[in-house]
């Protein structure tokens, strides 16, 4: 008995653990289609983004016990674009960006900017925040834009054909 509980201890255990990596996959997968062409969607709002999307960009502070993580950064010559990526993103979602945002700015006020991504920038820098999602919910989506945060879609334009080489065929059948 005890014998079959421990095999289905471990059996169960690597199903989690299967699960799991499956949903960071995903997770992976979204935040790759929005950050491809992010930096010229904000730059059609007028945003000089010139850096490349730092991805999965964390922050500390001892001082104020703080810690986080952004899941793609932009960055402005003096506004920083903090996005939150979820394969479904929902208000509760949006409450923890609005919170990481805030506990950010402290972060900053207090240890300055440490990252070498943003260590040219000054202390007058400014904070934007975005949510996306490869699914929104109207009330996650309604309650961001009610916030000031900026709230990223899938569209049409999420996908294209790569680029052929000189002389491809495409294959018959």
Known sequence: ??????????MRKELNRKIGDLGNRIGDIVEHMIGERIIEKFQALGYNVTHPVVRNCSFSSTKLGLYGE???TL???DIIILIEVKTTLE???VRKH???IEEYRNHIATDGFVQPHVRHLLP????IGAVAGAVVTDEAKDFA??????????????VEIVKTPEGFKAREW
């Open 70 to 72: 952004f899941d793609l």
């Open 1 to 10: 008995m005890q014998k079959r509980d421990a095999e289905y201890d471990r």
């Open 124 to 127: 007058n820098t400014r904070f």
């Open 98 to 100: 609005l919170k990481k």
């Open 75 to 77: 960055v402005d010559s």
């Open 145 to 158: 834009l009610e916030n000031g945060l900026y709230v990223i879609v899938q569209s049409g334009e999420a």
């Open 91 to 93: 208000t509760a979602d």
